[in-house]
């Protein structure tokens, strides 16, 4: 029983050299390219392709990402002007917070104006079919 199994496991350790050893040896050299297809760069179909996209195309041009970008920029806004109130800035602080506040009325503005476009619209197509 013991030589059984000494001889399957002398059977196993060598079975998968013999099998990788029967392989040809050109296809295993890094001259060809390396292993297989390592190294080959493959690209997607020309159908596939990411492309660029026109700024006009541009998705987040909505009214609530333009009053989002003003809140966002008063809070740049605050937040310099904390910083530099506390390192005793008060003129850079105060520049700081005007700074942000134009960048809040400035997306304010192009969301109400988005806003009024699209109530526009709306009203224009009731009166039309009224």
Known sequence: MRR???ALFVVALVLPTIVVSSAPVDTLTVQNGGFGDEGVLRAPPRNERRRRIEIGDRRGRGIGSAFRQAGASFGRGLLGFGSNIVRGRVVRAGKELGKGLVGTGKYTGIGVGRT????????KR???RG
């Open 4 to 6: 059984i199994l000494i």
């Open 116 to 123: 009024g476009k699209r109530l526009g619209r709306g009203t």
């Open 126 to 128: 009731v009166f039309r």
